[in-house]
């Protein structure tokens, strides 16, 4: 079993939608969950990070963890066609990421 | 402005050459980090190194070799030992204090064997 498992996609969504990105994960050990955004060629970047369980929200963003069902998400409202990307999650085994494959998010106009 | 570098972009290579992959950080962080990714695979760890002059095995770190002289720079060698090169290889850095290990990730390397 992958220590961080994720749909890979791809998810089509059309402009406007809610979109919900999903990750499952087999060790409860560690705190810190974070999520990245991929665009096409380049290196991920940072969308926010969230600490043990709860939710935390950045403008259209919000991550949510339930660490007793081990399930992590990703909610972004009013989805726009630049969020067309990959999305990976990633737990923090406290000197390394362990990363999901990505969701690879498709937002039409 | 403070980042990543990561050099060359894009890079060619014939069978049973090594190559070298250059990556700077001037964020003043403690932990570099490399990433090969491949289609459907996500990021695998090839190594990570959290202070100068010392470095650890990631999760595919045969036919890869790194070194760590200065804080600033983390290169890695791709040998003729790895069976299959062609990737986006992507290094990464981090404070590598207490609390939540956030990455800040380059732009990325394209290795292509002919």
């Known amino acids: 079993q992958k220590e961080v498992e994720q749909d890979p996609g791809p998810l089509s969504v059309p402009e406007g939608a809610i979109v919900s990105l999903n990750c499952t994960y087999s060790?409860?050990?560690?705190?810190?969950f974070m999520w990245y955004r991929q665009y096409s060629r380049k290196g991920p970047e940072l969308l926010m990070y969230?600490?043990?369980?709860g939710n935390k929200e950045d403008g259209r963003f919000t991550a949510q963890v339930d660490k007793s069902s081990k399930y992590i998400s990703l909610f972004i409202r009013d989805s726009q066609p630049s969020d067309s990307a990959t999305y990976l999650c990633a737990r923090d085994n406290t000197d390394k990421l362990i990363f999901g494959t990505g969701t690879r998010l498709q937002v039409f106009p | 402005d403070g980042g990543i570098t990561q050099s060359p972009k894009y890079l060619f290579r014939k069978e049973g050459q090594n190559v070298t992959l250059s990556c700077e950080q001037n964020?003043?962080?403690?932990?570099m980090y490399w990433y090969r990714q491949d289609p459907g695979q996500g990021l695998r760890l090839i190594y990570y190194?959290?202070?100068?002059?010392?470095?650890q095995k990631g999760d595919i770190a045969e036919g890869y070799s790194v070194s760590r002289e200065k804080k600033e720079s983390f290169p890695l060698t791709v040998t003729s030992a790895q069976k299959n090169p062609t990737a986006f290889y992507l290094c990464?850095?981090?404070?590598?204090?207490?609390?939540?290990?956030?990455?800040?990730f380059g732009a990325g390397s394209r290795l292509t064997v002919l």
């Open positions: 969230t600490y043990s369980s």
């Open positions: 990464a850095s981090s404070p590598g204090h207490s609390g939540a290990n956030v990455l800040t």
């Open positions: 964020l003043n962080h403690d932990a």
């Open positions: 190194s959290q202070i100068v002059n010392d470095f």
């Open positions: 060790n409860s050990a560690f705190q810190y």
